[in-house]
């Protein structure tokens, strides 16, 4: 199993310890990346300015791995909705397909149409599977409720990105239970995290979350599990940033699931990097059960 | 550099350092031609870049063109300079009244034929058949007389293959005296270089090395901020312009499309440059700026890859709150006032909507996505504004996003463009997709938003232009 890995812009800079625990648990599981340096934006901050330069930006990305004949894997829900939307647009639009591959041709690229583009998770869960996951799995956690926040940009549009159901989305939920852990139920599951109105609308996007966290909180989640940078910084950062500006504490840390899953892979917290995050969330290794091989099949 | 040092301050520099020093003798003659070589390579390597290079995006800019056109003025001039003085007759018989000491016609003859048989030089008066005893006592007087301060023109073999080139109107130049009129070209060449060099890029030379310096024994956060305060301003001059940031940046791609040379790094780093230095810069100018410096997505490559060691990033979150202290932010915050002044919805509000300000036009600008016109058979049932979450944060969500998103999609069915441009709610959107999900009829709702977005901030830019 193969895929060219997409970080994107923030990983690399502020986000590091989701590429070293997804770069461990993916090697772990026995799927190999490629690193493509050319790879630039995904495009998904240029939406609001320009359709084209957006499209143009995913597709360059595409057509890179599609050179080196490769699948890839995303990181970010953000930056995974956009390239899934550039694709459907350029499938739907033939002209502009031909105006990008144009553009394109400059530089010796082209952009064929046959690649996928995968989601961190839709990897484990689809490629890799929950019963490869749970052999490798040594210290399942005990009593830890999470709650899965699956990010607007992986489950909507459905049509185009084809990530989950919609509605009642389970994939996240089963991968949170392959470790052991309780996936909560809780009524704000599949709302915004208000992440993309930072910077534009800073009260807005609080609101949203804090409507988030009040009821991951009430649900008795002792951490949120998330896939996507965005989301992560709103959880993690702003979250952080929310206890002094706002006076608010609502106690729920935010964990990327690829730390979740190493944690009770017993892989080494440092490449988890669970120092990194601002809000601590090294207290999840409480949940851990102790280390006999005994425990693997409890 | 090296040629800058031997050969163009000799005076200075190397008749100091070697007391033997004569610019016709080796090996500072050689010497000179081999570096002129390196730095004619470096030229031609810095045009064919230019010429072949697939990259697009490292733009060649007029202070690079002025280098490049500089420095081959005086590269070519100076190769010429020495091809025609080799061939001259006329400084052939200054250097023998000079330093032979000759006298007798034979000797004045036989050392003649020798120079022009070996040494390039076209006299009117000895013809291409030679006698060989007369070469033979012209080497010996060579030897004698001027061997010793003068190496064989062979060894300036670049100047030596211009004198081959130019040997056949050899006389005529030598008549029209053009190795004196090459001499001022070279010299003035030298001297205007040399006299603006500080304005030019070629200021880099002196700047980086100090700026390299400075950055290696200062500490962010342990300097003094007056000290850290200069070297940030060290920083432009010395950026090299090589373009690395460039062709590195994570939105280089978007120039193809938007073709705003401010999303470049190396260019934003010269408009910033000129913004700083108060050259006051237009509207126009300034919103290019904003556009390129916001479409920056702070992935830090440029930074990492700078061979200077410029904290690129550093700059660009000053130069984001330097616009911003000019009234130029982040430009979707921007739009949001910008156009909510123009298409002011509370004024509209009690008035009966005119129908002559119906811009036909406007919907049909709607064409980045196939189903962007989706809007069309949208039938009023308000699913969208019901499961926005927007919408349901405010408790009464008209006064502060003006129109629904349901509105948006109806003003647009009656090709209303203030009521659909001038709406807050485009940039309050926070493009969740629910909308869209739960839109019976398929319409693309928070598709349409993103392209009245972008149809909203190309309608500014028009406006201004």
């Known amino acids: 199993m193969e895929f060219a890995l997409f970080l994107g812009c923030n990983i690399p800079i502020r986000l590091k310890q989701y590429e070293t625990a997804s770069r461990a648990v993916l090697h772990k599981l026995g799927v190999r990346l490629v690193d493509v340096p050319e790879f630039n934006c995904c495009g998904y901050p240029l939406r609001n300015i320009d359709l084209k330069a957006f499209v143009l930006s995913s597709a360059r990305n595409l057509a890179l791995a599609e050179r080196q004949g490769l699948n890839i894997v995303i990181l970010c829900k953000c930056g995974f909705g956009t390239m899934r939307m550039a694709q459907h647009l350029m499938k739907e639009n033939a002209s502009l397909r031909e105006e990008i591959n144009t553009i394109l041709a400059t530089e010796g690229l082209k952009y064929e149409g046959d690649i996928q583009v995968k989601h961190l998770l839709t990897v484990l869960f689809s490629d890799v599977g929950t019963a490869a996951i749970k052999e490798k799995v040594t210290r399942p956690y005990e009593k830890l409720k999470i709650a899965t926040h699956y990010g607007c940009h992986a489950l909507r549009p459905s049509s185009i990105l084809q990530f989950d159901d919609p509605v009642a989305p389970t994939i996240f939920d089963q991968l949170v239970e392959v470790t052991g852990a309780e996936s909560v139920d809780w009524p704000a599951k599949l709302d915004c995290c208000g992440g993309p109105l930072l910077g534009t609308n800073d009260e807005l996007s609080l609101d949203f979350a804090e409507k988030k966290l009040d009821s991951a909180n009430k649900a008795g989640a002792h951490y949120i599990a998330t896939g996507c940078v965005f989301c992560q910084i709103q959880f993690d950062t702003v979250q952080k940033s929310m206890e002094s500006g706002r006076g608010s504490n609502h106690r729920v840390p935010s964990i990327l699931y690829p730390q979740l899953l190493g944690l009770c892979m017993d892989m080494d917290t440092d490449v988890l990097g669970l120092e990194s995050n601002q809000i601590n969330i090294t207290g999840a290794k409480r949940f851990l059960t102790t280390n006999s091989p005994g425990l693997k099949s409890a | ?465």
């Open chain 2, 1 to 465: 550099m090296l040629l800058l040092l031997m050969h163009g301050l000799d005076t200075l520099i190397t008749s100091v350092l070697f007391d033997d020093y004569y610019p016709t003798l080796n090996p500072f003659m050689f010497l000179r031609d081999l570096f002129s070589l390196v730095v004619i390579v470096g030229i031609a390597m810095a045009f064919c870049r230019r010429l072949l290079s697939k990259r697009p995006r490292p733009k060649t800019t007029v202070v690079d063109y002025y280098a490049l056109v500089i420095l081959s003025i005086i590269m070519i001039s100076g190769i010429l300079l020495e091809g025609t003085k080799i061939v001259s007759h006329s400084i052939y018989q200054e250097m023998v009244d000079e330093y032979s000491g000759l006298e007798e016609p034979e000797e004045l003859k036989a050392l003649e034929a020798f120079w022009v048989k070996e040494f390039a030089v076209v006299s009117p008066n000895v013809k291409k058949t030679f006698d060989k005893n007369v070469l033979i006592d012209g080497e010996q007087l060579h030897e004698m007389s001027c061997a010793g301060c003068h190496s064989r023109p062979q060894w300036g073999f670049m100047g030596y293959g211009a004198a081959k080139v130019v040997s056949p109107i050899a006389l005529p130049l030598d008549r029209a005296n053009v190795h004196t009129l090459l001499w001022y070209l070279h010299f003035m060449a030298c001297f205007f270089g040399l006299a603006y060099l500080p304005f030019s890029k070629f200021f880099h030379m002196i700047a980086t090395p100090v700026f390299l310096l400075a950055n290696a024994v200062m500490e962010e956060g342990e300097s003094d901020p007056v000290n850290l305060a200069t070297k940030q301003a060290m920083q432009f001059d010395a950026c090299t312009h090589c373009g690395d940031c460039t062709a590195r940046c994570s939105v280089a791609v978007a120039f193809d499309e938007i073709p705003n040379p401010n999303i470049l790094p190396s260019e934003k780093l010269a408009a910033f440059r000129s913004l700083l230095s108060g050259n006051g810069l237009n509207q126009q100018s300034l919103m290019k700026l904003q556009e390129g410096s916001h479409i920056c997505t702070d992935c830090h490559r440029c930074t990492d890859v700078c061979p200077v060691g410029i904290n690129l990033e550093d700059l660009w979150l000053n130069l984001n709150r330097h616009l911003a202290g000019l009234g130029y932010c982040k430009p979707e915050l921007w739009a949001r006032e910008a156009i909510g002044a123009e298409f002011d919805l509370k004024k509209l509000k009690d008035s009966t909507l005119s129908l002559t300000t119906v811009d036909k036009r406007f919907a049909g600008g709607l064409t980045g996505s196939a189903q962007a016109g989706t809007f069309t058979v949208c039938f009023g049932c308000q699913n969208c504004t019901n499961v926005c979450p927007v919408v349901g944060n405010y408790e009464n969500p008209k006064e502060v996003v003006g129109l629904l998103p349901h509105e948006i999609m109806h003003s647009l069915a009656l090709k209303q463009k203030e009521l659909a441009l001038g709406s807050k709610m485009l940039w309050d959107c926070v493009t969740c997709y629910e909308c869209q999900e739960h839109c019976p009829q398929g319409v693309r709702v928070t598709d349409v938003l993103y392209e009245l977005k972008n149809l909203a901030l190309r309608h500014l830019k028009e406006k201004v232009t």
